[in-house]
């Protein structure tokens, strides 16, 4: 049962979203189900909601392909939200002007226009788990590397400016050798890619930190869901662990100017957070991830992400909202019950789908439940 201080959607709309044309619903603070064939529209309003958050929402769609074939090119979402200190209200989309690839998304927070897309924090942490994110642990390091990061920001509203900073240096320094710039350029460039990479790669590994100390704090023997060990495998991940963070940034400034020839050959830095990955482990085996079942890896991320939750919780003060895509068709009787036993205990509002309403019957009124069909939503209201 969601608490009475969590945060919940009280209130919906789309416009010209994916394939809804205009959409209402007013769910209650209990969880919603969204139930109905596949292609129905069921992750599009879970999409509708990723994009309270900063980025590019769970699909990492460009905005422009979010829009509805046959609309005018624009999109909007429009969300109250219930939360400690009452309503806020969200609305945020693309405007329909214009075939500017570079167009933006607009966001306004109770009818003030934000600055940056981070404002959203101020009012909302939302978090995900969808199909995609199935080959995590034996995909590519750049997907965790997404991974850890968004982990991050839901707890550390900086650290995507962060990000963003320190690959805009190293692009203009690839471009600075490449072109055989000068030297006192690619000092100041190094400076800045130092000062960033540091800062991201401490913030990860205090994340890493948190999720230790809170997995320890929170074990259960009888959880369906394995505690995650989580190691981060990057230099400089390791060194601001163990050294102050300004003699891991100078160490790490010395190593840029030193590898220039060597990163101008390769057309590339080949060193820094932009290198790491994400390790986990399925702790009571002792085994990495990667090499688990298929049903253990589902088992380990779920219980990753719920532990996430916690960890916003605990370190935020705000209860985040959880997107579900299609979990609950991929687990057993027995773990279905201790997902939903883990939502209670939470205390979140959490948004699910799936085909079959019978699988959400464990859930009875602590759910609302809605039909998705075609691009309409019926039912609860």
């Not at 392909?65 to 945020?92: I, K, N, P, S």
Request: charged residues 25%; negative net charge.
């Amino acid at each position: 049962m969601t608490d009475a201080g969590a945060l919940s959607v009280t209130a919906l709309k789309l416009t010209d979203f994916r394939n809804y044309a205009r959409l209402s619903m007013a769910p209650d603070a209990r969880h919603v189900v969204l139930a109905g064939e596949n292609g129905a529209g069921k992750t599009n309003i879970l999409e509708a909601l990723s994009y309270l958050s900063p980025g590019r929402g769970l699909r990492r769609a460009r905005l422009e392909d979010v829009a509805r074939q046959g609309g005018g090119g624009g999109w909007a979402v429009a969300a109250t939200l219930l939360g400690a200190a009452g309503e806020t209200v969200v609305g945020t989309g693309l405007v329909a002007e214009g075939p500017d690839p570079e167009r933006q998304r607009r966001i306004r927070i109770d009818g003030t226009t934000a600055r940056t897309s981070e404002e959203l924090l101020d009012v909302a942490r939302v978090l995900w788990l969808t199909p995609a994110m199935d080959g995590l642990f034996t995909g590519a390091a750049g997907d965790r590397r997404r991974f850890l990061d968004r982990l991050v920001l839901a707890i550390d509203r900086d650290h995507a400016r962060r990000v963003s900073s320190f690959e805009k240096a190293m692009r203009e320094r690839n471009r600075v050798l490449e072109e055989g710039g000068r030297s006192s350029w690619l000092d100041g460039l190094e400076a800045q890619m130092a000062e960033y990479a540091v800062a991201v790669a401490a913030a990860r590994a205090e994340l890493a930190a948190c999720f230790s100390r809170l997995i320890a704090a929170h074990h259960d023997p009888q959880s369906p869901f394995p505690d995650a060990v989580l190691t981060l495998d990057g230099a400089l991940e390791r060194e601001v662990s163990n050294r102050p963070a300004v003699e891991v940034e100078d160490a790490y400034r010395e190593t840029l100017a030193d590898a220039r020839h060597g990163d101008r050959a390769a057309g590339r830095a080949r060193s820094g957070p932009h290198r790491s990955d994400l390790l986990v482990r399925h702790g009571p085996k002792d085994m990495a991830a990667a090499t688990c079942s298929t049903g253990e890896q589902k088992a380990l991320l779920l219980g990753l992400v719920l532990a996430h939750a916690r960890l916003v919780e605990e370190m935020t003060g705000r209860t985040p909202l959880l997107l579900l895509d299609e979990v609950a068709a991929h687990l057993d009787t027995h773990r279905r019950a201790g997902l939903f036993a883990a939502l209670d205990r939470l205390g979140v509002q959490a948004w699910m789908t799936g085909t079959d309403l019978s699988l959400f019957a464990a859930l009875e009124d602590r759910a609302q439940r809605f039909s998705v069909h075609d691009g309409t939503v019926s039912g609860e209201s």
